[in-house]
């Protein structure tokens, strides 16, 4: 390769770079600002009177929502280019966040059927979106930077957590639920516009252009070509059945026993400090995945240690005081957003190229599939008077199904 050969494609490198870097500081604020809806939705569920059950439902409406979403969100993503599904999906979610803002403001007896409802359909569109912003990373850039790249993903989502938790529940709590919800539409828009102005500048670039069978396949076959990959792929298999089984057990641990937990603590502003310390160390996990060089924590079965050694901290939430629960959240959430760097990273590496979304998706799909289970579950459970005993079941499950993991030969060969 000539010298100016090398210049020019150091120059496109850079440029890449700096277009993945610019459409994440405008899903940064986006991200910053999902905690206030989230937050806002459950304390007022609570406060209006719906109880832990009404909370999930809301919760498991969404879920289901994302999930419906995530099932096609894959194959348009490969389909049409992560950007251009990033760009189309913060623009309907504007409008989705904004009528629920409306909706919570009005206090209408409608009010709660109604946000239900609306929180499925925008949460189709959040299914469709999130394949496609895990698939930026290679989409724009090399295959040696996906840990770096990842770990950007892992921080800006960890820092959301952190600060847009706190945030969130102090806003909640001074400005009220409506005015929270308000502010997370507009961060929508932010990232549309965001997402137009890289789409414009990756044009005079070929990296992460499509092939044109992608664009030509129809989206159902697309999907189906999927999932074919997936029975047909035993690591995939295997995979989808751990994260099931995982997200069954903590997805009500975090969309309904927080919450609880942070009522009985204080409210709005107690929960945003819960979620805070979890993404406090959540962003340091993330930042250090992306500088330790050890190719033997490069794998899944590292990942499926991580699990094991952070389901303690997350059962023993309800057992602890208040500043005891907040900080084994940070070490979990340390040692989970570690995994998921160097989770994403390696099934980037072993997935097609050309399935790189849709493979995002089946595991996405995998994960959310019984969520919505879980998550009435523990609602129910809750209301019944057995938080603490939900929570005491969730560690050991988790700890189990990574346990069998470890002794599959195709999970533990996978680097």
């Not at 409802?117 to 999130?130: A, D, E, H, L, N």
């Not at 760097?341 to 099934?347: D, G, R």
Request: positive net charge; aromatic residues 8%; glycine residues 12%.
């Amino acid at each position: 390769m000539s010298t100016a050969e090398v210049a020019e494609h150091a120059g496109v490198e850079v440029s890449l770079w700096k277009q993945f870097y610019f459409t994440w500081g405008g899903q940064a604020v986006s991200k910053f600002a999902g905690p206030f809806q989230m937050i806002a939705l459950a304390m007022w569920a609570l406060n209006s009177g719906h109880g832990a059950i009404g909370v999930s439902v809301i919760t498991s409406s969404g879920l289901l929502g994302t999930l419906a979403g995530t099932v096609f969100g894959g194959a348009i993503a490969d389909r049409y280019g992560a950007l251009k599904t990033i760009f189309g999906c913060d623009l309907a979610r504007f409008f989705l966040s904004g009528a629920i803002a409306l909706l919570v403001l009005l206090q209408a007896g409608y009010s709660y059927p109604a946000i239900v409802c609306i929180s499925f359909c925008s949460s189709i569109i959040s299914g469709v979106f999130s394949p496609a912003l895990r698939s930026l990373t290679p989409e724009l850039l090399a295959e040696r930077d996906f840990e770096k790249g990842n770990s950007v993903f892992g921080a800006v989502t960890s820092s959301s957590q952190l600060f847009g938790a706190l945030l969130g529940g102090i806003a909640v709590a001074l400005l009220g639920a409506a005015a929270a919800i308000a502010v997370n539409s507009a961060s929508f828009l932010l990232g549309a516009l965001t997402s137009a102005s890289v789409l414009a500048a990756a044009r005079k670039t070929t990296k992460g252009q499509l092939p044109d069978l992608q664009k030509r396949a129809g989206l159902l076959a697309s999907t189906m070509a999927g999932l074919r990959y997936a029975l047909a792929t035993p690591w995939l298999l295997a995979l989808l059945c751990v994260d099931s089984v995982t997200d069954l057990v903590t997805a009500g641990q975090l969309y309904v026993g927080l919450p609880l937990l942070a009522q009985q603590s204080g409210g709005s502003l107690s929960m945003g400090i819960l979620l805070s310390g979890y993404g406090a160390g959540a962003v340091i996990g993330s930042v250090a995945s992306a500088y330790m060089k050890s190719e033997s924590l490069r794998s899944v079965r590292a990942v499926l240690w991580l699990n094991i050694i952070q389901a303690p901290f997350l059962t023993i939430l309800p057992f602890v005081p208040f500043a005891g629960a907040v900080a084994s959240l940070a070490i979990g959430g340390i040692l989970n957003a570690a995994a998921m760097t160097y989770y994403i990273s390696v099934v980037q590496r072993a997935a097609p190229k050309d399935m790189q979304s849709r493979v995002m998706s089946l595991l996405m799909t995998g994960g959310l599939v019984l969520q919505p289970v879980g998550t009435v579950l523990l609602g129910a459970l809750a209301d019944a008077g057995f938080l603490r005993g939900t929570f005491l079941a969730g560690g050991i499950i988790m700890i189990l199904t990574a346990t069998i993991a470890l002794n599959i030969k195709t999970i533990r060969q996978l680097k």
